[in-house]
């Protein structure tokens, strides 16, 4: 079946440095790659997106390219800020043949912590 | 309100009580998905309503679990004679496109369900 395999964390940083949090997926069909972000104390949301293979999706100077060809979908910032302290979650949708909507397939979740 | 809507947000139950779990999801979603978070994963998916049909409650663990979504809008999870093991966080979503490869899931905060 469909997987997600997300770095472990705590991942800690200083503020303005660079991150990578790694995510690689499996899946039977062709799918859409996700990065959710949960704030403290806030429900889920979706930081960024991409449908095919090397689409970028990018959002609050954050980004992650579809890389088909090593099933990858690492997040990436160029400078953190402690605002960017979440719990980070890399997903997929992997519709089935016939269409339809299916749920998300989910990576264990990436703590990060930023620090001044 | 605004954005998908969660009650209880916290539910302590004794084992062997029955429990019920709200969802009010954003007006006009047609899709709504729950999903079970334990402590320290990713969520996982439950079951999936389109209006008011359950198109999918594969992800549901037993038939302990029972959901429904009668009018098309409100959802209700259920969990009779609640386990240990039931213990986590209990996320709706919803989504205004029925295909989900290319929509974006909006959560609620969760309900968090302890079971003594």
């Known amino acids: 079946g469909d997987s997600v395999t997300q770095m472990e964390g705590p991942v800690t940083l200083s503020e303005e440095a660079f991150l990578t949090i790694n995510c690689t997926y499996t899946?039977?069909?062709?799918?859409?790659l996700f990065w959710y972000v949960q704030y403290p104390g806030e429900g889920l949301q979706l930081l960024l997106k991409?449908?095919?293979?090397?689409d970028k999706g990018s959002n609050k100077g954050f980004e992650a390219t579809y890389r088909k060809e090593t099933t990858s979908f690492h997040l990436e910032k160029g400078s953190v800020q402690v605002s960017d302290s979440a719990v980070y979650f890399c997903?997929?949708?992997?519709?089935?043949?016939?269409?339809?909507?299916?749920?998300?397939?989910f990576g264990k979740g990436t703590h990060l912590i930023i620090q001044p | 309100g605004a954005g998908v809507s969660q009650s209880p947000r916290y539910k302590v139950a004794k084992r062997g009580q029955d429990v019920a779990l709200r969802c009010d999801p954003i007006s006009g979603h047609v899709s709504l998905f729950w999903y079970q978070q334990a402590l320290g994963q990713g969520p996982e998916f439950l079951t999936y309503?389109?209006?008011?049909?359950?198109?999918?409650k594969s992800g549901l663990p037993s038939d302990r679990f029972f959901a429904e979504r009668p009018e098309g809008s409100v959802s209700t999870l259920k969990i009779q004679r609640t386990q240990q093991e039931d213990s986590a966080v209990y996320l709706c979503?919803?989504?205004?496109?029925?295909?989900?490869?290319?929509?974006?899931?909006?959560f609620g905060e969760g309900s968090r369900l302890t079971v003594l």
């Open positions: 991409a449908t095919k293979a090397d």
């Open positions: 899946a039977t069909g062709y799918p859409s």
């Open positions: 997903a997929l949708s992997d519709p089935r043949s016939g269409g339809g909507a299916d749920g998300l397939t």
């Open positions: 309503f389109q209006n008011e049909a359950q198109l999918d």
């Open positions: 979503a919803s989504s205004l496109v029925e295909v989900l490869n290319t929509g974006e899931l909006f």
